[in-house]
Structures are given as structure tokens and as C-alpha cells.
């Protein structure tokens, strides 16, 4: 009785607000602190969550980005991916609904690939991307012949035939970095029906395949990853196509620096 009178006194229940107040500033802080992006030329780069990081950004001209499918998949299977991936390294948060509606009016367009599988939570939308993985060659495996993506373009809806199943991957030799890796190529094709955006965002940056075609294609990058494996490998990509050089512009020299935002 006598420790809990003494704990009950107003001096003590003082103390203990204070104590909890500073824990909650240092908590703050933190989180403040894992907000600060990394710089690599023209590309800003967040490790967290983005649903803490997004409210703190500017709208940019074109969001691209490839968010969890709420599919619960299975990284296990034939060719590259059985070699370099299993059930280990699913995707965080893909084993419950995702719920697009916090990537609404980031950006002045927006392509979401694997639309079709959470169509009835987004507006409707006159302008699919559809991306043809086996550009009719027929083959029995697991893989999906085709990929969709929704989009606020208001166009017919669009093909884009890129060889990406297995073993059989045309293209940029980019190696396996992430389970649900998307080729260069498709993310160049998306900037382009973007309408050539200077900004683009993608909060699921992932091993950080949007960041190397903007890189290649001379436009500006923010990225978010929530897993510092892929974070590190999207950094260390991003810094390698800027040291091979753009394609078609000179883009500015790679430099990584902590930046504030406080």
C-alpha cells in the first residue's frame, strides 16, 4: 500500500509524464530522422514506409509504381526465379488487400501496375497499359501471360511486347534483385505514355527498376522502400546507371549525401 501511495503521489505522476513525454519527442525524432532521404544525382531515395513518407512530398508530374497485389504470391517456380528467390522473400504486405487509395492525386498521372487485381477499390479508367510477356509464344509454365496496369490516362488502351517469363528475359541483362522484378524497358515504355514526366515518384520503388529508366532517361526520381535489402540494392543500382551514362542525355554526376528535413 505504502509503494502505491508513494507512486500515486503528484510529484511521481510528474515524473512519469515527463519521462513519457521525451520517450514521444525521441520517437518523433526518429522518425524524422529515417524520413531523410538519400541523394543520388537527380533521384531522392526513402527507406520506410510510405504511408509515413508520403504526406510530407510535393505532387510530382507522373506517380509509376508497382505496389503489393494483395495476392499472397508465392516466389517459388521455374527458371531465374525458383534459382534466385523462395517462399522466404514474399512480398511485405502482399498477403492482405491493398488499398490504392493512398496513391490518388500524388501526381498529374498515375500508373499502377497490377490494377486489375484491386479494380473494384480505383475509378473507373478509359486507358489500361497491358504489358505482353510472352509476345505469343506459347509455353506451360505458372507465369501470367500479361500484366495490367490502371492508369488516369484518358486514351485507347495501350500494348507494350516484352519477352519476360522465366529464363527467357529480352532486353538489359538486370539481374534477379527482386521477386516481382519488372524489365527496364516496360518502365521506360510507362515514362513515355506518362507524357515524358520530369518528376516521377513510385512509393514502391522496390530494387528500384522506375529509378534506373529515370536515370536513363534524364528525368528526376523519388523513390520509397520500405525493405533495406531492396533499398540498398535500388541504391546501388540508381548509382550504377548513372555511371554508365544516360542513353540519350547526360545526366548530372552521382552523389549519395544525407539530407535534412528538418
Not at 49 to 60: E, G, M, S, Y
Not at 116 to 128: E, G, I, K, Q, Y
Not at 165 to 190: A, F, S, V
Amino acid at each position: 500500500k505504502e509503494m502505491i501511495c508513494e507512486c500515486s503521489s503528484p510529484k511521481h505522476i510528474y515524473d512519469l509524464s515527463k519521462l513519457c513525454f521525451c520517450v514521444f519527442l525521441v520517437y518523433q525524432l526518429a522518425r524524422r530522422h529515417d524520413m531523410n532521404p538519400v541523394i543520388i544525382g537527380d533521384c531522392q531515395l526513402y527507406l520506410g514506409d510510405c504511408r509515413d513518407i508520403l504526406p510530407t512530398l510535393p505532387k510530382v508530374d507522373a506517380v509509376i509504381t508497382d505496389p503489393p497485389y494483395g495476392i499472397n504470391y508465392k516466389p517459388e517456380g521455374g527458371g531465374k526465379v525458383k534459382k534466385n528467390f523462395t517462399n522466404a522473400d514474399r512480398v511485405f504486405g502482399d498477403d492482405e488487400p491493398f488499398d490504392p487509395s493512398i496513391l490518388m492525386g500524388l501526381g498529374a498521372i498515375s500508373i499502377i501496375w497490377g490494377g486489375s487485381n484491386f479494380a473494384f477499390r480505383l475509378p473507373s479508367t478509359r486507358c489500361w497499359l497491358v504489358w505482353d510477356k510472352k509476345c505469343g509464344i506459347y509455353e506451360t509454365n505458372q507465369f501470367s501471360d500479361c500484366e495490367i496496369a490502371w492508369t488516369t490516362k484518358d486514351s485507347p488502351i495501350k500494348i507494350f511486347r516484352h519477352r519476360w517469363t522465366g529464363y527467357h528475359r529480352d532486353g538489359q541483362d538486370q539481374g534477379n534483385h527482386h521477386p516481382t522484378q519488372k524489365p527496364i524497358e516496360l518502365m521506360r515504355w510507362c515514362i513515355e505514355q506518362a507524357g515524358n514526366p520530369k518528376t516521377i515518384l513510385d512509393p514502391f520503388m522496390g530494387s528500384g527498376t522506375t529509378g534506373v529508366a529515370a536515370v536513363q532517361m534524364g528525368r528526376s526520381f523519388i523513390g520509397i522502400e520500405r525493405e533495406s535489402k531492396y533499398f540498398d540494392i535500388a541504391c546501388k543500382r540508381i548509382e550504377q546507371a548513372y555511371a554508365q551514362g544516360d542513353f540519350f542525355v547526360a545526366p548530372p554526376k552521382a552523389k549519395q549525401e544525407q539530407v535534412s528535413l528538418i
